[in-house]
């Protein structure tokens, strides 16, 4: 494995990251409802399952699912319809304001499980992963440099959705989301809803 192959893999790390997604999406909505730490806490989480998930297709995770595939699409529906829970409360709560004392905010373990679950949630990340980590690294990786792609992965997840929540939390952002609340909530909501529809019908 050489410095290159792990640039590589950041780059194309980074554009997945980039993209609209369920998780794009909990950071963002957590950071502007429920403060900074939260929104870090919440990207810890999702940034750890994303981790694992690379951790695992490393480790062989996507032949188990396809001697296994029972087991892919129970993982695959419980995440969907979690996603579908998520969607229903923001659109339930889209027109509720928002909570004025910090104790109504959620608790900051849970925000670390909810990323966690959102991620663990999404097996397809595995897929991905593992076609990633064939197209840019070599086979023969010893356990150790797989070790490190991992930490890699997990390190560049925490850096970027801190960061995100920090640019996120000025009260400049929260103005502006409280502003369009109604509308972001539910738009919000029918992109989760379809990416979890999407995750149940795919194969």
């Not at 397809?124 to 593992?130: G, L, N, Q, R």
């Not at 009260?171 to 989760?192: E, H, N, Q, T, W």
């Amino acid at each position: 494995m050489e410095l290159g192959h792990i640039i590589a893999f950041n780059l194309t790390l980074l554009a997945s990251m980039a993209s609209p997604g369920p998780a794009l999406l909990l950071a963002l909505k957590t950071t502007l409802t429920s403060g900074r730490m939260a929104g870090i806490i919440t990207g810890l989480g999702l940034g750890t399952m994303a981790a694992l998930w690379t951790g695992l297709a490393l480790l062989g995770l996507e032949g188990v699912f396809q001697l296994f595939p029972w087991a892919y699409a129970l993982l695959k529906t419980g995440g969907a319809l979690y996603l579908l829970y998520i969607a229903y409360g923001m659109w339930k709560d889209a027109s509720k304001p928002l909570p004025t004392s910090s104790a109504d905010a959620p608790k900051l373990r849970r925000a670390f499980l909810t990323g966690f679950a959102v991620n663990m949630g999404n097996p397809k990340s595995v897929i991905f992963a593992s076609a990633v980590l064939l197209v840019i690294f070599p086979q023969d990786m010893s356990l150790a440099a797989k070790a490190s792609i991992a930490l890699n992965h997990l390190l560049i997840e925490w850096t970027v959705y801190t960061l995100f929540a920090i640019a996120l939390s000025t009260s400049a952002a929260r103005a502006g989301y409280l502003r369009l609340k109604p509308m972001f909530d539910r738009v919000a909501a029918l992109i989760l809803g379809a990416l979890a529809l999407r995750l149940i019908f795919s194969k």
